[in-house]
Antibody
């Protein structure tokens, strides 16, 4: 059974940093791209970032480019999102999602349950 | 620019059918899409991937009541024999061959 479990969320002040983690199990982690997607309360889904199987291709939404960094550790079956210079508008539920292929450009076939990040003073 | 457009809301009666639409932007009519369901207070769930030629791949355990189809730049999801648990938000997702992924704004489905 595929499982994606996010951690590392919480309350953080504007301008500060936070690192999210996603522990994956139930599939061969290094055979697939991985992604972060966020959802503001009551709003739709926004793709944040994606990373290919070997970290060779990485993409970011314009809203986070230059502030967020995605990475993965295939030996630990883990995905990360380093979020710097956080803004109130980054407040959202952050989901880890498994890509269906090794490349970033593909559909997602499994989702985590999400972790809440609140940016507020 | 790659954009997907969805109607904000849809409704149908219990036991009836409903057809949700996802429209790809000009120049992207041959793109594949994926449908995701989000029930109230839950995380999204992958329903299926749909290509422009109608070929598809379903998510685990997705019943045949969920049926995809395609015409030009439009991608459809028809849900038949509507059940109360079908109520929620439905998102269309697409991507390009590079490193960009795009979601539609979602359609809120109400089962009457």
């Amino acid at each position: 059974e595929v499982q994606l479990v996010e951690s590392g969320g919480g309350l953080v002040q504007p301008g500060r940093s936070l690192r999210l983690s996603c522990a994956a199990s139930g599939f061969t982690f290094d055979d697939f791209a991985m992604h972060w997607v966020r959802q503001t309360p009551g709003k739709g889904l926004e793709w944040v970032s994606g990373i290919s199987w070997n970290s060779g291709n990485i993409g970011y939404a314009d809203s986070v480019k230059g502030r967020f960094t995605i990475s993965r550790d295939n030996a630990k079956n883990s995905l990360y999102l380093q979020m710097n210079s956080l803004r109130p508008e980054d407040t959202a539920l952050y989901y880890c999602a498994k890509g269906a292929l090794i490349v970033v450009g593909a559909d997602f076939d499994y989702w985590g349950q999400g972790i809440l990040v609140t940016v507020s003073s | 620019q790659l954009v997907v457009t969805q109607s904000p809301s849809a409704s149908a009666s219990l036991g009836a059918s409903v057809k949700l639409t996802c429209t790809l932007s000009s120049g992207h009519s041959n793109y594949a899409i994926a449908w995701h369901q989000q029930q109230p207070k839950k995380g999204p769930r992958f329903l299926m991937k749909l290509h422009s030629d109608g070929s598809q791949r379903r998510g685990d355990g997705i019943p045949d009541r969920f049926s995809p189809s395609s015409s030009g730049a439009e991608r459809y999801l028809t849900i038949s024999s509507l059940q109360s648990e079908d109520e929620g938000d439905y998102y269309c997702q697409t991507w390009d061959t590079g490193i960009r992924v795009v979601f539609g704004g979602g359609t809120k489905l109400t089962v009457l």
